[in-house]
Nanobody, 122 residues
Framework: QVQLVESGGGLVQAGGSLRLSCAAS????????MGWFRQAPGKEREFVAA????????LYTDSVKGRFTISRDNAKNTVYLQMNSLKSEDTAVYYC???????????????WGQGTQVTVSS
């Protein structure tokens, strides 16, 4: 069982930055793929970014490439999402997710956090 707790959301002006954190429980954290999804009001939840467990390979949705960076600290069981040059369309609830398999992490991860609100004002 893996439990995920997000933090770091808030209100920021367009062009600003935020860093989200996701603390994970469980001794197998380093082998899990981790990632972030988001859900804007009235829209479906969408994939944002993922990082593999051991090789730390990364994948991003096109709309955040060059602006967001996903990273992980296996010693702290934590994954981060650094968000720069934020836009109003980045406003959403951001969810941390985890899965033992990278391909499932992108499509339908097994474990989810409760979400943290990010609001970008224009």
């Amino acid at each position: 069982q893996v439990q995920l707790v997000e933090s770091g959301g808030g209100l920021v002006q367009a062009g600003g930055s935020l860093r989200l954190s996701c603390a994970a429980s469980g001794r197998t954290f380093s082998s899990y793929a981790m990632g972030w999804f988001r859900q804007a009001p009235g829209k479906e939840r969408e994939f944002v970014a993922a990082i593999s467990g051991l090789t730390r390979g990364t994948l991003y949705t096109d709309s955040v490439k060059g602006r967001f960076t996903i990273s992980r600290d296996n010693a702290k069981n934590t994954v981060y999402l650094q968000m720069n040059s934020l836009k109003s369309e980045d406003t959403a609830v951001y969810y941390c997710a985890a899965d033992p398999r990278f391909n499932m992490m992108i499509a339908a991860p097994e474990y989810w956090g409760q979400g943290t609100q990010v609001t970008v004002s224009s």
